[in-house]
């Protein structure tokens, strides 16, 4: 069809006043289902970081730990402390807060991009799953970068197509142009995967043949340089020397203190320069397959097949946008679950295309409605009603195409549990440890954060490692988590493994963290000989 919304051309339908409404409720769903109970997780070691850097923001540091990332998401966490510190708020929820706010304004960009692609009704449709899909709410509700990535590639993606859309129509395109280089600016300054970049590129070569839109050399250039000043005034931090110092020993390893990823029963290096001999390349599309519902996966393919044999320039851009993603990502030696969250929505929006199409096809009123509301009660109110059970810990979803809950633990144990069950660990502890016990973990920062905020300034700190754990002499409690098996560790794990825990906490029904108590002398590590008390962190 030549109108067909897929070509980008003219400009988009009106959402109207019932379609405007529903988003509007969308919108309210999504920021209370990532909003609710925001601190019932504790914090996860790389969130620790966040919440420190963010602290020295207010009082006008910007060194220190954490430089390997941008600056915005920690601008906006500084500023909800700063808000928040006041009244009362929980160290988790301020550090969570505006990840959790974009994630919900998300929703409406989603339906946006959505929109402008495949129509109207796939534009609902892709902003229904978007609020109610229990993978993104929960990786949305953690303090990492890949929610304003995903955000503004999205927005950066919006852009090109108006711009395409413009440029056919006989607009201007250049304010799309400059909103797409602000977006790039946002997408950098919130994380530095500038792999990323090719995505508009690769677009805008793959539909020049059959568009008018044209942009010369020089115009590049200048978008370009729109972006870098964007992005300098919103990150500035790499160009502190002290940056380039953190950066050489982050580069060289030094900062790595796990360097191993447990996946689907093994475990396997997980550093950039292992390349296809890290995580397998595999490792994106089995999380695509059992974290999402099932039905939103099986319409996602379909969604996926159908730009494949269509090619019409909507389907050009989102098949940019995930092939390069995951090409990039599957040659990469380095996967965490995390990541995903800058191409969920493309497979969201590949499942409401698909779902569109088909209903475009029905023609019959009362037929149409019957089909719409099948299609919501297969899409987003399956994805609803896996986040309502598994709320607050919505990471820990499994789809029944993956064997279900019961194989949380052997697909991404690390990503998906983000040390929950660590905290309250850490507090039993505390309540109940010696006067100077040690406490060997495999995550010091929280350790740290949470034995200081229960009082507990002498317990002695080590990580589980051969010649540092339970070498004080002390008695030691030794925290397991689930999530965390590692080369360094598994020796200790396996060895622990055969004793009755101390202490367990559970998330789901399923046991996150166990702690052994080991009398002064024992050691977690089978072959591991007792020493001399040494040096140990201490607060």
Known sequence: ????????????????????????????????????????????????????????????????????????????????????????????????????????????????????????????????????????????????????????????????????????????????????????????????????????????????PQTQWRVPARRWLQLILVAFGFFVCVNWSPFLPSTWEYAKSYTTGQQTVHGSLFFMGRIYHNLLEYGLGGTPPWFYAVFAAVKLAPATFLCAVAGLAIALVQRRPAHRLMLSWVAIWFLVHSLSGSKWGRFFVSVLPAFLIFAAAAAAQVLDRVRMPAARWAAMAAAVLLLPGTEVVAAAAHAPHYRAYISPLGGGDAKVDWYFPHCDYFDAGFREAVQYVAAHAEHGAELSTEIDWPARLYAGAAGRGDLRLSLVRRGQACHSGRVCYVVVQTGRLYFLNQDAVASLSRRVPWHVERVLGHDVVNVYRLLPGEMPFPDDEPSAPGPLVQH
């Open 1 to 208: 069809m030549d109108d067909a919304p897929e070509h980008l051309r003219g400009r988009t339908a009106p959402w109207g006043l019932a379609a405007g409404i529903a988003l509007a409720v969308l919108t309210a769903l999504a920021l209370w289902l990532r909003l609710r109970g925001l601190s019932a997780e504790g914090f996860g070691d790389d969130e620790v970081h966040k919440w420190l850097a963010a602290n020295r923001y207010l009082h006008g540091v910007f060194s220190g730990d954490d430089v390997e990332h941008p600056m915005l998401m920690k601008w906006l966490i500084a500023a909800t402390i700063a808000a928040g510190a006041p009244l009362g708020w929980a160290p988790e929820t301020m550090t969570r807060l505006p990840n959790a706010l974009a994630g919900g304004a998300g929703v409406l960009v989603v339906a946006l991009l959505g929109r402008r692609l495949f129509g109207r009704t796939a534009g609902l449709l892709s902003a229904a799953l978007a609020a109610c899909s229990v993978t993104l709410i929960g990786y949305q509700r953690v303090a990492k970068e890949d929610t304003l990535l995903g955000i503004f590639l999205m927005l950066l993606l919006w852009c090109m197509a108006e711009a395409k859309a413009a440029a056919d129509d006989g607009r201007d395109p250049r304010r799309w142009e400059l909103g797409g280089a602000a977006s790039l600016a946002g997408m950098l300054a919130s994380k530095y995967f500038f792999f990323l970049t090719p995505i508009p590129i690769a677009f805008y070569l793959w539909v020049r």
